[in-house]
Protein backbone atom coordinates (compact mmCIF):
# COMPACT_ATOMS: atom_id res chain seq x y z
CA UNK A 1 0.00 0.00 0.00
CA UNK A 2 1.40 3.16 -1.00
CA UNK A 3 0.86 5.86 2.21
CA UNK A 4 1.37 9.08 -0.51
CA UNK A 5 -1.93 7.90 -2.29
CA UNK A 6 -5.31 7.85 -1.18
CA UNK A 7 -8.71 6.72 -2.90
CA UNK A 8 -11.75 7.44 -2.50
CA UNK A 9 -14.86 5.77 -3.66
CA UNK A 10 -18.71 6.20 -4.06
CA UNK A 11 -21.57 5.59 -6.36
CA UNK A 12 -24.12 8.37 -7.68
CA UNK A 13 -27.09 7.18 -8.35
CA UNK A 14 -30.08 8.91 -10.22
CA UNK A 15 -33.25 8.77 -8.43
CA UNK A 16 -35.45 11.17 -10.58
CA UNK A 17 -36.59 9.24 -13.27
CA UNK A 18 -40.40 10.25 -13.26
CA UNK A 19 -41.51 7.73 -15.94
CA UNK A 20 -40.44 9.35 -19.24
CA UNK A 21 -36.69 9.73 -17.97
CA UNK A 22 -34.95 12.95 -19.78
CA UNK A 23 -37.73 13.34 -22.53
CA UNK A 24 -38.30 16.66 -21.24
CA UNK A 25 -36.11 19.38 -19.01
CA UNK A 26 -38.92 19.59 -16.59
CA UNK A 27 -40.02 16.46 -17.04
CA UNK A 28 -37.32 14.48 -14.51
CA UNK A 29 -36.45 14.89 -10.81
CA UNK A 30 -33.03 16.00 -10.35
CA UNK A 31 -32.71 13.56 -7.14
CA UNK A 32 -30.24 11.51 -6.52
CA UNK A 33 -28.52 9.46 -3.92
CA UNK A 34 -24.69 9.63 -2.69
CA UNK A 35 -24.25 6.01 -1.21
CA UNK A 36 -20.94 5.41 0.65
CA UNK A 37 -20.34 1.97 2.11
CA UNK A 38 -20.98 1.68 6.36
CA UNK A 39 -22.76 5.51 6.07
CA UNK A 40 -26.31 7.09 5.39
CA UNK A 41 -27.31 7.62 2.74
CA UNK A 42 -27.22 11.53 1.39
CA UNK A 43 -29.98 12.40 -0.10
CA UNK A 44 -28.91 14.81 -2.97
CA UNK A 45 -30.98 17.22 -5.64
CA UNK A 46 -29.91 20.07 -8.02
CA UNK A 47 -29.97 24.14 -5.92
CA UNK A 48 -33.73 24.61 -6.46
CA UNK A 49 -32.91 27.82 -8.64
CA UNK A 50 -31.77 24.92 -11.27
CA UNK A 51 -35.46 22.71 -10.72
CA UNK A 52 -33.57 20.90 -7.60
CA UNK A 53 -35.51 20.16 -3.98
CA UNK A 54 -34.38 22.44 -1.24
CA UNK A 55 -35.61 19.78 0.66
CA UNK A 56 -31.73 17.92 -0.43
CA UNK A 57 -28.30 18.71 -0.47
CA UNK A 58 -26.62 20.15 -3.58
CA UNK A 59 -23.55 19.94 -5.23
CA UNK A 60 -22.63 23.73 -4.20
CA UNK A 61 -22.74 23.30 -1.01
CA UNK A 62 -21.75 20.12 -0.51
CA UNK A 63 -18.13 21.92 -2.19
CA UNK A 64 -18.63 24.57 0.73
CA UNK A 65 -19.22 22.16 3.44
CA UNK A 66 -16.45 20.57 2.39
CA UNK A 67 -13.88 23.64 2.49
CA UNK A 68 -15.27 24.33 5.81
CA UNK A 69 -14.48 20.50 7.11
CA UNK A 70 -11.00 20.47 5.59
CA UNK A 71 -10.07 24.38 6.66
CA UNK A 72 -11.21 23.16 10.58
CA UNK A 73 -9.85 19.59 10.56
CA UNK A 74 -5.95 21.62 9.09
CA UNK A 75 -6.40 24.09 11.89
CA UNK A 76 -6.96 21.96 14.46
CA UNK A 77 -3.71 20.01 13.63
CA UNK A 78 -1.90 23.18 13.08
CA UNK A 79 -2.77 24.28 16.33
CA UNK A 80 -1.98 20.73 17.81
CA UNK A 81 1.60 21.18 16.54
CA UNK A 82 2.23 24.97 17.74
CA UNK A 83 0.48 24.33 20.92
CA UNK A 84 -2.58 25.77 20.70
CA UNK A 85 -5.60 24.32 22.82
CA UNK A 86 -8.93 24.63 21.06
CA UNK A 87 -11.79 23.74 23.03
CA UNK A 88 -14.43 25.04 20.42
CA UNK A 89 -15.17 25.82 16.92
CA UNK A 90 -17.75 26.86 14.63
CA UNK A 91 -17.33 28.59 10.76
CA UNK A 92 -20.28 30.28 9.12
CA UNK A 93 -18.90 29.76 5.13
CA UNK A 94 -20.11 31.23 2.58
CA UNK A 95 -19.64 31.00 -1.15
CA UNK A 96 -19.90 32.81 -3.98
CA UNK A 97 -21.20 30.66 -7.43
CA UNK A 98 -22.30 32.66 -10.96
CA UNK A 99 -23.73 31.33 -13.81
CA UNK A 100 -22.93 32.48 -17.48
CA UNK A 101 -25.21 33.31 -20.86
CA UNK A 102 -24.83 29.56 -21.84
CA UNK A 103 -25.38 27.20 -19.05
CA UNK A 104 -22.45 27.22 -16.96
CA UNK A 105 -20.74 28.33 -14.18
CA UNK A 106 -18.56 28.30 -11.42
CA UNK A 107 -17.40 29.65 -8.31
CA UNK A 108 -15.73 32.57 -7.90
CA UNK A 109 -14.42 32.51 -4.22
CA UNK A 110 -15.41 31.04 -0.80
CA UNK A 111 -15.08 32.93 2.58
CA UNK A 112 -14.33 30.50 5.78
CA UNK A 113 -15.40 32.82 9.11
CA UNK A 114 -13.98 30.57 11.50
CA UNK A 115 -14.75 31.57 15.02
CA UNK A 116 -11.74 29.84 17.27
CA UNK A 117 -12.30 29.28 21.00
CA UNK A 118 -9.29 28.65 22.49
CA UNK A 119 -8.68 27.15 26.32
CA UNK A 120 -6.44 30.91 26.72
CA UNK A 121 -5.12 33.94 25.43
CA UNK A 122 -3.99 33.70 21.78
CA UNK A 123 -1.57 36.11 20.34
CA UNK A 124 -3.65 37.95 17.63
CA UNK A 125 -0.71 37.21 15.22
CA UNK A 126 -0.37 33.15 15.94
CA UNK A 127 -3.88 32.84 15.31
CA UNK A 128 -3.58 34.25 11.49
CA UNK A 129 -0.95 32.42 10.86
CA UNK A 130 -2.36 28.96 11.99
CA UNK A 131 -5.43 29.84 9.32
CA UNK A 132 -3.07 30.99 6.66
CA UNK A 133 -0.36 27.48 7.50
CA UNK A 134 -3.97 25.36 7.59
CA UNK A 135 -5.43 26.52 4.53
CA UNK A 136 -2.27 25.59 2.41
CA UNK A 137 -2.17 21.84 3.90
CA UNK A 138 -5.93 22.03 3.73
CA UNK A 139 -6.56 19.04 0.62
CA UNK A 140 -9.98 20.84 -0.55
CA UNK A 141 -8.78 24.34 -0.71
CA UNK A 142 -5.19 23.32 -2.33
CA UNK A 143 -7.60 21.44 -5.26
CA UNK A 144 -9.61 24.35 -6.30
CA UNK A 145 -9.28 27.04 -8.57
CA UNK A 146 -10.91 29.92 -7.01
CA UNK A 147 -9.71 32.29 -3.77
CA UNK A 148 -10.35 30.74 0.04
CA UNK A 149 -10.20 33.57 2.07
CA UNK A 150 -10.84 33.78 5.82
CA UNK A 151 -12.31 35.83 8.09
CA UNK A 152 -11.69 34.67 11.42
CA UNK A 153 -12.91 35.26 14.72
CA UNK A 154 -11.22 34.22 18.40
CA UNK A 155 -12.70 33.73 21.85
CA UNK A 156 -10.89 32.45 24.68
CA UNK A 157 -13.20 30.18 26.90
CA UNK A 158 -12.94 27.22 29.45
CA UNK A 159 -11.42 24.41 28.42
CA UNK A 160 -13.39 21.25 27.36
CA UNK A 161 -14.27 18.85 29.92
Known sequence: MNLDEHRYALTVRWTG???EGTATYRGYSRDHD???PGLPVLKGSADPTFHGDRHRYNPEQLLLAALSQCHMLSFLHV???????????EDQAAGLMRTNRDGSGQFESVTLKPLV????????????????EANKVCFIARSVNFPVLHEPAAA?????G
Not at 117 to 132: F, K, Q, W
Open 17 to 19: NLG
Open 117 to 132: TTAGPVAAGLLAELHA
Open 156 to 160: VGPQA
Open 34 to 36: VEI
Open 79 to 89: AVQHGVVVTAY
